[in-house]
Antibody, heavy 118, light 107 residues
Framework: QLQLQESGPGLVKPSETLSLTCTVSGGSISRSSYYWAWIRQPPGKGLEWIGTISYSGSTYYDPSLNSRLAISVDTSKDQFSLTLSSVTAADTAVYYC??????????WGQGALVTVSS | EIVLTQSPDFQSVTPKEKVTITCRASQSIGSSLHWYQQKKDQSPKLLIKYASQSLSGVPSRFSGSGSGTDFTLTINSLEAEDAATYYCHQSTSLPFTFGPGTKVDIK
């Protein structure tokens, strides 16, 4: 059973860059046919898909975030990462790292609250 | 972008009652529709994939149906532990999108 754990700063200043890392255990991040995703949930609101990366490094991003977003994989550490630049208060959310097939998500991290505030 | 709408927004239900949640897509998505359950202060959990495929470890009272634009999640004989918000999620085209959620409360 895969386990995923988010890590990173809980507070980011407006206009700065949000960076989160997800550490995968219980399986290799290089396993074929698996995809690794970031989803966020603003406080009291619904789920928002941010982007997905394949085991081979192919990326799929929400077009509305595309210019600010980067997702990468570090297979040597079994980690994948999210960077979101030029953040505003609208980026305040619980950020989940997750995994599964390309189309669905069957493993979720516990979530990390990131607040954008000066 | 494919928009998903869910109904109802909120439902208060007595244990053992049957619950039906619908999800409608703004365009046809075939069977690329998945259902998640999110309990309070927890991460979401996959309940049903590809509209109707059940998953190991998910109670059999949860079932899904539909294709194209109209989908249904059914909870037969609701239990107290089913209190949660339920989300549909489409994966036909990017960006993947989620429905706004249906909150199920236990009376």
């Amino acid at each position: 059973q895969l386990q995923l754990q988010e890590s990173g700063p809980g507070l980011v200043k407006p206009s700065e860059t949000l960076s989160l890392t997800c550490t995968v255990s219980g399986g290799s991040i290089s396993r074929s046919s698996y995809y690794w995703a970031w989803i966020r949930q603003p406080p009291g609101k619904g789920l928002e898909w941010i982007g997905t990366i394949s085991y081979s490094g192919s990326t799929y991003y929400d077009p509305s975030l595309n210019s600010r977003l980067a997702i990468s994989v570090d297979t040597s550490k079994d980690q994948f990462s999210l960077t979101l630049s030029s953040v505003t208060a609208a980026d305040t959310a619980v950020y989940y790292c997750a995994s599964g097939g390309y189309e669905y998500i069957d493993s979720w991290g516990q979530g990390a609250l990131v607040t954008v505030s000066s | 972008e494919i928009v998903l709408t869910q109904s109802p927004d909120f439902q208060s239900v007595t244990p053992k009652e049957k619950v039906t949640i619908t999800c409608r897509a703004s365009q046809s998505i075939g069977s690329s529709l998945h259902w998640y359950q999110q309990k309070k202060d927890q991460s979401p959990k996959l309940l049903i994939k590809y509209a109707s495929q059940s998953l190991s470890g998910v109670p059999s009272r949860f079932s899904g149906s539909g294709s194209g634009t109209d989908f249904t999640l059914t909870i037969n004989s609701l239990e107290a532990e089913d209190a949660a918000t339920y989300y549909c999620h489409q994966s036909t085209s990017l960006p993947f999108t989620f429905g706004p959620g249906t909150k199920v409360d236990i009376k």
